[in-house]
């Protein structure tokens, strides 16, 4: 009786230390915090954020990015240089 309670024993503690060593993915692929965008107007149209609905918000290279809507990321995206010099003078 006392055999199957080490074999067991020792099953439980391989497989808890096997399972301890495992790294989580999403530390492993947690990505810096952005810069904060901070304007509140829409870094292409100039028009105020929320005016024309939610704002389409994302990361570009590590910078946050506000648009008024949809319609401004085709323009964003063709040339992004060009708008972000807006942040930089900020």
């Known amino acids: 009786m006392?055999?199957?309670?080490?074999?067991?024993?020792l099953a439980a503690?391989?497989?808890a230390g096997g399972c301890a060593d495992q790294s989580s993915p999403t530390a492993a692929t947690a990505k810096p915090a952005a810069k904060p965008y901070t304007l509140d107007?829409?870094?292409?149209?100039?028009?105020?954020?929320?005016?024309?609905?939610?704002p389409i918000v994302f990361?570009?290279?590590?910078q946050e990015i506000k648009l008024c809507c949809k319609s401004?990321?085709?323009?964003f995206d063709k040339?992004?240089?060009?708008f972000l010099t807006k942040l930089a003078s900020k």
Do not use: Q, Y
Request: proline residues 5%.
């Open 79 to 82: 040339e992004p240089a060009k």
């Open 13 to 15: 503690a391989v497989f």
């Open 72 to 75: 401004c990321r085709p323009d």
């Open 41 to 54: 107007v829409c870094l292409v149209s100039g028009e105020k954020l929320g005016s024309m609905g939610n």
């Open 2 to 9: 006392r055999k199957h309670f080490f074999i067991l024993g």
């Open 59 to 62: 990361v570009h290279e590590g």
